[in-house]
């Protein structure tokens, strides 16, 4: 079931476009099976779960930390992440500073932006994003490298709320990229979309979607 689903998911995505297995609540055997099938970009939303799963598989597995991050727990992924998305405060990202210059490396992050109309979800706002970079604020963080976005539509069956949303983050993304070319030359990734909202990403311009349940099926957090 899995490969059909993942080769199904592959057809619609260009190559341009990054593919991240959202992995959480799925067992390894899951994980080594799209391994298996060519994958190598993993995405959790835990910071347990990823370092509990990460030691069991391949070394050369890519992981993405996609969720909120707390910042005492930032500290167990720093040695080994390839990309975290969720960057939504000044605080974390302070943070994941401090813990990428102990392990001597640079941590490439997204800023996740708010974009959503749900009061739950986390991210800077399109404006406290633009002002961190117009203020230079990027030229603090030695250890950081600013890789791009990402950002949730609301979770909705309305396509034009959902692409509006999108289109204002990629609108953000490119002002950003384009006003700071050369001090951001990382500043490549767009990560937008999920299992159901993808194939609207990537028309709004996503460089990377991440999705979980159309590969592996419904998570089933009764048995965590
Ligand atoms: C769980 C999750 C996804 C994947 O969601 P699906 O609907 O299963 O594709 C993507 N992004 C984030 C931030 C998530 O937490």
Redesign the pocket.
Known sequence: MIQTNLKEIQSQIPQNVDL?A?T?THPIESLQEVYNLGVRDF?E?KVQELVAKQPQLPSDIRWHM??HLQRNKIKYIAPFVHLI??VDSVKVLNEIQKEAKKNERKITILF?IFIAMEAAKFGFTIEEAAAFFDQKQHLQYPNITFGGL?G?ATYTDDKDIIKKEFKSLESLFRKIKESHKTELPDFNNL?M????D?PTAIECGSTMV???????G??DYSKK
Not at 193 to 196: L, N, T, Y
Request: aromatic share 8%.
């Open positions: 991240v959202v959480k995405g939303s996609i969720g998305h969720s996740e990402m949730m990560s979309g999920m299992s159901s993808f991440r999705v979980g349940s159309s590969i592996f419904a998570r």
